[in-house]
């Protein structure tokens, strides 16, 4: 059983940077999907960033494309979500997903995951 923990968040600055991590308890990333959703206060959960189960293609949110990269480490079973130039619209609980039949372009939509952590707090001050 795949269980996926967060951290990484925090405080910072608009104009800032931060990188969250996500790794795994239980089991791999090998064979997996992963991405990161984020949700505001009062809010849906929205799509952020995407990377196919070989890490060897990512898609983005329009509001973060050029700004965030995602990554994939899997001999540290661990994906990345490197945010610079963070702005106060990017205040939110940052989720780590994965899954198994989702892979690739079209992955964007929660019901795809089967696998979510608990989240970490993001908050960028103006």
């Known amino acids: 059983q795949v269980q996926l923990v967060e951290s990484g968040g925090g405080l910072v600055q608009a104009g800032g940077s931060l990188r969250l991590s996500c790794t795994t308890s239980?089991?791999?990333?090998?064979?997996?999907?992963a991405a990161w959703f984020r949700q505001a206060p009062g809010k849906e959960r929205e799509f952020v960033a995407h990377?196919?189960?070989?890490?060897?293609?990512?898609y983005y949110s329009d509001s973060v494309r050029g700004r965030f990269t995602i990554s994939k480490d899997s001999t540290k079973n661990t994906v990345y979500l490197q945010m610079n130039s963070l702005k106060p619209v990017d205040t939110a609980v940052y989720y780590c997903?994965?899954?198994?039949?989702?892979?690739?372009?079209?992955?964007?939509?929660?019901?795809?995951?089967?696998?979510w952590g608990l989240g970490t707090q993001v908050t960028v001050s103006s």
């Open positions: 997903a994965a899954s198994v039949g989702c892979s690739g372009k079209g992955c964007d939509s929660p019901a795809k995951y089967g696998y």
């Open positions: 239980g089991g791999t990333f090998r064979g997996f999907a």
């Open positions: 990377i196919t189960w070989g890490g060897f293609n990512t």
